[in-house]
């Protein structure tokens, strides 16, 4: 079994992610749809375009990893959508030029899509 897999085995669903202090879920989705998150995700609250070549992010709050490898808690959460690749050298997601408030932003977002 691999240590991701075995991670997420232990992970309590009762401490997952909460909202992000100081993230606005609203402007989290105004920052996924600038930068053109949905042309690889399907995002939820975006119609158009639905990526199919990244995970669909619906229920994202309630999973218990960041791409199946990362704990999905705010801080991972936030460096993740500014530089994946630094978290994670093998991962297809590029660095994105966020802020650090985007990235709070995004996660305040993303942490609201917490029913599968």
């Not at 690889?40 to 490898?69: E, M, N, Q, T």
């Not at 705010?74 to 990235?103: G, K, N």
Request: glycine share 8%.
């Amino acid at each position: 079994m691999t240590a991701p897999l075995l991670l997420a085995a232990c992970v309590d669903k009762a401490d997952l992610p909460r909202p992000v202090a100081q993230g606005d879920p609203l402007e989290g989705l105004a920052v996924i749809r600038q930068s053109g998150c949905s042309v690889c995700h399907a995002v939820p609250g975006v119609a158009w375009p639905k990526g199919r070549s990244a995970g669909d992010l619906a229920g994202f709050g309630a999973k218990p990893l960041i791409a199946g490898r990362l704990p999905n808690q705010p801080e991972i959460l936030m460096r993740w959508v500014i530089d994946a690749p630094s978290l994670d050298p093998d991962t297809a997601m590029p660095p994105f030029a966020l802020t650090r408030d985007q990235a709070r932003h995004v996660a305040a977002y993303l942490y609201s899509l917490d029913d599968q």
